[in-house]
């Protein structure tokens, strides 16, 4: 058999552990290098194996599947795509209930497992071999059997399958069974003779695989090597996006923001601090009077001259301008006045692999240089209103303790996806940044950063703090209302 025609994914489950997105978000949709998990299994599907069909069994938050599916059916995929409502009784009886629409054999992977890496086709290699197969189901050997215990264990005789265990307390051996499977239409067979499991009450997928073995010896493993991620938690979805994003991350392009306005005591400062720490830097500019761009040009400096409509704080705006502009897939802002240094990168760019967006905190008391602008006014407020962000999304549940740093890291992707919610023109613009990152069902990251002198610094005033701090109020109401009355599309 040189190709499989017909591909089923599972993609219905409510994914009830890798709560709290999963309230929000379907598993399948997590997205691994700005892909949906379903749009890569489907990849998958039709490199390896050509398939012409795919069913997607769909169930909880069934809405935004069929969205996903509408989508990557216009995206230019060469096979169609058709949704098929789950039984509810669990993957076995959901699969089951294709048995009208398919008469030849095909390929199952679950709709929450992600392959990197991965020679799949083996299942072709599998087939020629034994082409009187009733079915084969793809394993991987791993020395961690804690894995195992999340999913199934294998006995072989050769390639045979001997015997399978659903979540087995002492694995037999390093086995690890996969959710890839490769089914004749003897499965629809052998489904209605194996009886519910005590345990869950419904038929498990295990327990036909495992009645077909032993009552055809027609069960073959298919050896597979392949980075699996069975994605049950939240963590097992961080760890899949970190080890992805940490094997591909010397390819990765990173761009520095830095907007300007007349400063040309510090800058040169700053430039020399990041130069040989980033693919390029760019300067966006507000029509400086001072030396500022002279110095930017002397460093090869990228400068997008940024026009003020009239004398107000438009960091805001200035900032998106640049990230607008920026070319490199991992994007960098920091402030131009000398308080923050490179040797806080290395930090940040590490834990980017894990989220979409890092910023730092200025509240560690030991990090924050004698004789600095950030009192213990400034910090408490910054703390205070940290905290309202984590009250008002606490469902989401962030952790801030700092409103108004300037000194962060995000993906072009991830900044994209949230630029057309941001709105603030002013200086507190990375609030709403943060804010809009939980409320798109993403990942903000707070780490403790040095915090040097700026140039330039001003006294920061009670009445300063109280200002401030009503606007942030305002910025933090403002996006809370909009989730608790959403605006009605046309």
């Known amino acids: 058999m040189n190709k499989i025609n017909i ?47 795919i069913y997607i069994l769909v169930g909880h938050l069934k809405n935004q599947m069929i969205e996903e599916i509408d989508r990557l059916k216009f995206s230019g995929l060469q096979v169609k795509l058709e949704a098929a409502e789950w039984t509810t009784k669990g993957l076995a009886s959901d699969v089951a209930s294709l048995e009208n629409r398919i008469t030849e054999p095909f390929l199952t992977i679950l709709g929450d497992e992600f392959y990197y890496k991965t020679d799949h086709e083996m299942f072709l290699e599998t087939y020629k071999k034994f082409p009187d197969l009733v079915a084969s189901i793809g394993i991987v050997n791993t020395s961690i059997l804690s894995r195992i215990r999340k999913n199934y264990s294998v006995e072989l005789d050769g390639l045979q399958i001997k015997n399978l265990v659903e979540k087995p307390e002492n ?35 295990t327990d036909v695989i495992d009645k077909m073995a032993k009552s055809t010896g027609k069960v073959y493993a298919t050896h597979l090597k392949s980075e699996y991620y069975n994605i049950n938690s939240m963590q097992d979805y961080h760890a899949a996006v970190y080890d992805i994003r940490n094997d591909k ?57 940024f026009s003020l409509e009239e004398e107000v704080d438009n960091l805001g705006r200035q900032i998106r301008e640049g990230l607008e502009n920026a070319t490199g897939d991992i994007l960098i802002v920091v402030s131009p006045d000398g308080s923050f240094r490179s040797k806080d990168l290395p930090k940040l760019m590490e834990y980017i692999k894990d989220c979409d967006m890092v910023i730092g905190t200025r509240t560690t008391r030991q990090m924050i240089e004698q004789g600095s602008n950030l009192k213990p006014l400034s910090r408490f407020i910054n703390l205070f209103l940290g905290k309202l962000v984590e009250v008002f999304w606490w469902s989401q549940e962030p952790r801030f303790t700092d409103v108004d740093c300037k000194y962060m890291v995000i993906w072009k992707d991830s900044f994209l996806k949230v630029n057309p919610s941001l709105i603030v023109k002013n200086r507190f613009y990375s609030v709403e940044m943060m804010i809009e990152i939980i409320r798109h069902h993403m990942r903000c990251i707070e780490i403790p950063i040095s915090y040097f002198k700026p140039v330039q610094s001003k006294e920061y005033r009670l009445r300063d703090a109280i200002l401030d701090a009503k606007k942030v109020i305002g910025i933090i109401l403002r996006k809370k209302k909009e989730d608790l009355f959403p605006k009605k599309e046309n």
């Open 7 to 53: 591909g089923v994914i599972a993609a219905a489950g409510k994914g009830t552990r890798a709560y709290p997105l999963t309230t929000f978000v379907p598993k399948p949709l997590f997205r691994i290098e700005n892909k949906s998990i379903l749009a890569h299994n489907i990849d998958l599907m039709v490199r390896k194996f050509g398939v012409q069909k």
């Open 171 to 205: 694995p037999m051996n390093n086995l690890l069974g996969l959710g890839s499977y490769l089914f004749t239409p003897d499965y629809f067979k052998y489904f209605k003779e194996t009886p519910a499991s005590p345990k869950s009450g419904v038929i498990e997928i």
């Open 249 to 305: 991350f010397p390819s990765y392009k990173t761009s520095l923001i830095v907007p300007t306005k007349n400063n040309d005591r510090s800058i040169s400062d700053v430039l020399t601090d990041f130069k040989d720490k980033v693919h390029e830097i760019l300067l966006i500019d507000a029509d400086s009077k001072d030396n500022t761009i002279e110095i930017a040009n002397s460093f090869k400096a990228r400068v997008v001259n």
